[in-house]
Structure formats: structure tokens, C-alpha cells
């Protein structure tokens, strides 16, 4: 893993206040997300870490303004960061360290930017989420809001001599929409306590089951989650196979980095599937070997393409 400082260096970001800014996203994302960033480190040229990383960062802060207060209180706040996004990003000072780095971002990898727009535009969806009465409205919150999140960091991996930016984008969608109902089972029983959950309200309905039943569960209402658990992860199987595409859609230096992350979205599959109806008592998680072992793995992918090209 490269010095921070050697980092920046390879991305071409010499100016002192952007090195400052990109260092700040850095110690945020860290300590937030820290395991990501450690797979962002070890697994993808460090010439990308600090793009990435402002992205991230940018979906993490926008998060957390949408995820505070009342509706119009949330409302407010999105319209408030929106215009701060938009004028740092048209070449306006920057009114914090995250969006300095993300202008400087954009500025370098101009595709990005189109994504923050829509990653904006579909937190509105975030800012009226109270769980979803029907299939449509997933799908609609993961079109709108979930897609555009995650391409902050895959259009910086896309290859560039493809002609098939459809298909990248598809199977980008396929991917978020498995890691989005991977997640929503995961998060079952702390989103049945604030009241709402991912789980569309009809498929509830169909095995006896509500949020307020989940939020104090009897071996019935487990039984009946674990059926409803095990429909919700077929549903996310197919989706995460189509995705395997996207090995062969990014640069071949963050392949491992793609790879990595389909295996771990396996693992946390299996970890929800497994254990069913206990979701209603808290999420599931791999197991740490196993975790450790798809890092070591890509890793190794990682130091081999590295001897071979020099």
C-alpha cells in the first residue's frame, strides 16, 4: 500500500489546500466506512484512492444531511448542500473540505459529475423514504436514488475503449439492486425499530407480517420471516450472477477491486440466508476467514499484475 503522500502524488494533487482537503476525506471515510477504505487501498491504483474517496465521502455527508430531523427540516437541508454542491462545482469557492475535493474530482474525471447530479436529484427519494408499499417502489428508490449513489465510484473503473457504457451501466444496476436487498435484510431489525423497513409492504402482508410485529418477534413471526427471507434473497441471486459481468467491463488495475466486492456481496447472501427469521434479532455477517480470504486473494491478483506489467 502506497504512502498517503505518494497517493496523492500519483493522482497529480499537488496544490496544498487540496492536499489538505483530499487528507480530511480520507480520515472521514476511514473511520467511517473502514473497511471499505482498507479495500480501496490495498485493491485499486492509487492514482483513483482519491477520487474514490471524495466520492464517498460526498454520498456519506450528503447521507447524513437527508437522514436528520424532520421532513422539511431534511428537505431544507438537501436544497441548502445542493446549491453548495453545485457552486463549488461550477468553480465557486467550496464551503467545505468535502466539496473541495469533490470539485476537484469532477474537474479531473468529468463523467463523474454527471452522477452527482443525479445521485442529488435522487435524494429526494431518501428525504421521503418511509419503507415501500410495493415492488414498483423499490424499484423506483434503487433507479433514482441507490444507482446513481454507487456510480459515484463505478464510473471512475469503467474502461475507457468500450463502446458498451449501456451494459456497464446495467450491470452496475443489477448490482446495486442485490447489494440494496442484501442490505435491507441485513438492517431488518434496526429499521423495524425507527419504523420502517425495505421490505415492500405487500410482501409483508403476504406472510402474515408487518413492521410492528417485527419490532417484537415470536417463533411464528420468525418462521414466517425466514420464508419471506429466503423469497427476498432469490430475488437478490439472480441480479448479484448478472452483475459477475462487470469483471470484464472495468480496467483491468481495479479488477481485483471488482472482484473483491462481488465475492464479499456473495458471502453476505449466504450470511442473511442462513439466518432467516434471526434477522428479526439483528443483521448477519460473514464470517471474518472468510472476509480475510477474498482480501488476501485479490490482493495476490493485485501484486501479480503488478510484477507482469512493471
Given at each position: 500500500m502506497p504512502t498517503w503522500t505518494r497517493t496523492l502524488r500519483e493522482a497529480g494533487i499537488t496544490e496544498p489546500d487540496?492536499?489538505?482537503?483530499?487528507?480530511?476525506?480520507?480520515?472521514?471515510v476511514r473511520r467511517f466506512r473502514g473497511a471499505e477504505?482498507?479495500?480501496?487501498?490495498?485493491?485499486?491504483?492509487?492514482?483513483?484512492?482519491?477520487?474514490?474517496?471524495?466520492g464517498v465521502a460526498f454520498m456519506h455527508e450528503t447521507d447524513e444531511r437527508v437522514d436528520t430531523g424532520t421532513r422539511e427540516a431534511r428537505a431544507q437541508a438537501l436544497e441548502s448542500w445542493a446549491s453548495a454542491t453545485h457552486a463549488a462545482l461550477d468553480g465557486g469557492t467550496a464551503s467545505d473540505a468535502t466539496l473541495g475535493a469533490l470539485a476537484d474530482a469532477t474537474g479531473r474525471y468529468p463523467r463523474l459529475r454527471h452522477y452527482v447530479e443525479a445521485f442529488l436529484r435522487g435524494a429526494r427519494h431518501e428525504v421521503d423514504y418511509t419503507g415501500f408499499d410495493t415492488e414498483d417502489g423499490l424499484q423506483s428508490?434503487?433507479?433514482?436514488?441507490?444507482l446513481p449513489a454507487f456510480m459515484l465510484l463505478a464510473?471512475?473503473?469503467e474502461r475507457r475503449d468500450t463502446t458498451r457504457d449501456d451494459v456497464f451501466v446495467r450491470r452496475c444496476r443489477d448490482l446495486i439492486e442485490a447489494m440494496q436487498r442484501i442490505d435491507f435484510l441485513d438492517d431488518l431489525a434496526e429499521d423495524a425499530g425507527e419504523g420502517r423497513?425495505?421490505?415492500?409492504?405487500?410482501?409483508?402482508?403476504r406472510h402474515g407480517l408487518s413492521v410492528e410485529v417485527l419490532r417484537n418477534p415470536t417463533d411464528d413471526v420468525r418462521a414466517r420471516l425466514g420464508r419471506?427471507?429466503?423469497?427476498?434473497?432469490?430475488l437478490a441471486r439472480p441480479r448479484l450472477s448478472a452483475s459477475r459481468q462487470l469483471a470484464d467491463l472495468v480496467q483491468p488495475r481495479t479488477r481485483p477491486f471488482v472482484t473483491a466486492l462481488l465475492q464479499v456481496q456473495d458471502l453476505r447472501l449466504r450470511a442473511v440466508s442462513r439466518k432467516g427469521g434471526g434477522l428479526a434479532d439483528g443483521g448477519a455477517r460473514p464470517s471474518v476467514p472468510a472476509l480475510l480470504g477474498v482480501l488476501a486473494r485479490q490482493y495476490g491478483a493485485v501484486r501479480r499484475t503488478k510484477r507482469t506489467t512493471g
Open positions: 487540496l492536499r489538505t482537503a483530499y487528507s480530511q476525506q480520507r480520515t472521514f477504505y482498507l479495500t480501496v487501498r490495498l485493491l485499486l491504483p492509487a492514482y483513483l484512492h482519491p477520487p474514490v474517496i471524495a428508490y434503487v433507479d433514482s436514488y441507490s464510473c471512475l473503473l423497513v425495505g421490505i415492500p409492504g405487500k410482501d409483508l402482508e419471506l427471507v429466503l423469497e427476498q434473497a432469490e
